[in-house]
T-cell receptor, first 112, second 114 residues
Framework: RKEVEQDPGPFNVPEGATVAFNCTYSNSASQSFFWYRQDCRKEPKLLMSVYSSGNEDGRFTAQLNRASQYISLLIRDSKLSDSATYLCVVIFMDTGRRALTFGSGTRLQVQP | EAGVTQFPSHSVIEKGQTVTLRCDPISGHDNLYWYRRVMGKEIKFLLHFVKESKQDESGMPNNRFLAERTGGTYSTLKVQPAELEDSGVYFC????????????FGEGSRLTVL
C-alpha cells in the first residue's frame, strides 16, 4: 500500500467550477502536510501548507482530518491557469526521516 | 535571484554507461535534496545533504548511485553503470531550513537509458 494515495484523475472541469481533491495517508505518525503544484514537464512548486485548523489562500482551501487520515484541497472559481497536477505531500515523523513523501498526483484540466 | 538549476536537462545513454547529473542550489541554501520520478510512479526521495555532509541517504536505491557535494555548494549524482530501470526524471531541490516542507525544486534532469 502506498504511503500517500491520490486519485490520479484527470479531473476535467469548466472554468468557474469548484473542484475538490482528496488525499489519504497511511501513517498516523505524520506531522506535516502540503500541497504542491506541478505544471507539465516543470518542477513541483509549493502551493500551500495544510494546517490542522484548515487554511485558505485566495481561491484555495486546504483541510486536514487527522482522525480519518486525509487531506483535501478545494479550488473555487477555477481558472484555465489552474490546469496542472496537484501533489499531496506528507512528512512522516516516526522514523526520524524528514524527507517529503509524495502522492502520485491528481491531474486537473480546466476547460474554457 | 537564480533558482535551482540542473544540468543536463535531458540525457540519453545506453545501459552500462555512466551519467553524471549536476545541481546548483539556490545560493545560501545549506540543504540540498535529490528526488526522482520513474515512469508512472510518484516522486521519491533519494538523499539529503546539509552543506557537504550526507544527512540522510536512505532513499538511494543501490550502490550504483553516488552523490557528492564537495565544498557544500553544487552537487553531482552519478549513476554507474546505468540500468534500464534508472530511466526517469531526477529532481534536485534546496531549502534554507532543515526541517521544512518548502523545498525549491529544479526543473529536473530527464534520464533515458536504452
Amino acid at each position: 500500500r502506498k504511503e500517500v494515495e491520490q486519485d490520479p484523475g484527470p479531473f476535467n472541469v469548466p472554468e468557474g467550477a469548484t473542484v475538490a481533491f482528496n488525499c489519504t495517508y497511511s501513517n498516523s505518525a505524520s506531522q506535516s502536510f502540503f500541497w504542491y503544484r506541478q505544471d507539465c514537464r516543470k518542477e513541483p512548486k509549493l502551493l500551500m501548507s495544510v494546517y490542522s485548523s484548515g487554511n485558505e489562500d485566495g481561491r484555495f482551501t486546504a483541510q486536514l482530518n487527522r482522525a480519518s487520515q486525509y487531506i483535501s484541497l478545494l479550488i473555487r472559481d477555477s481558472k484555465l491557469s489552474d490546469s496542472a497536477t496537484y501533489l499531496c505531500v506528507v512528512i512522516f515523523m516516526d522514523t526520524g526521516r524528514r524527507a517529503l513523501t509524495f502522492g502520485s498526483g491528481t491531474r486537473l484540466q480546466v476547460q474554457p | 535571484e537564480a533558482g535551482v538549476t540542473q544540468f543536463p536537462s535531458h540525457s540519453v545513454i545506453e545501459k552500462g554507461q555512466t551519467v553524471t547529473l549536476r545541481c546548483d542550489p539556490i545560493s545560501g541554501h545549506d540543504n540540498l535534496y535529490w528526488y526522482r520520478r520513474v515512469m508512472g510512479k510518484e516522486i521519491k526521495f533519494l538523499l539529503h545533504f546539509v552543506k557537504e555532509s550526507k544527512q540522510d541517504e536512505s532513499g538511494m536505491p543501490n550502490n550504483r548511485f553516488l552523490a557528492e557535494r564537495t565544498g557544500g555548494t553544487y552537487s553531482t549524482l552519478k549513476v554507474q553503470p546505468a540500468e534500464l530501470e534508472d530511466s526517469g526524471v531526477y529532481f534536485c531541490a534546496s531549502s534554507q531550513e532543515r526541517h521544512t516542507g518548502e523545498l525549491f525544486f529544479g526543473e529536473g534532469s530527464r534520464l533515458t537509458v536504452l
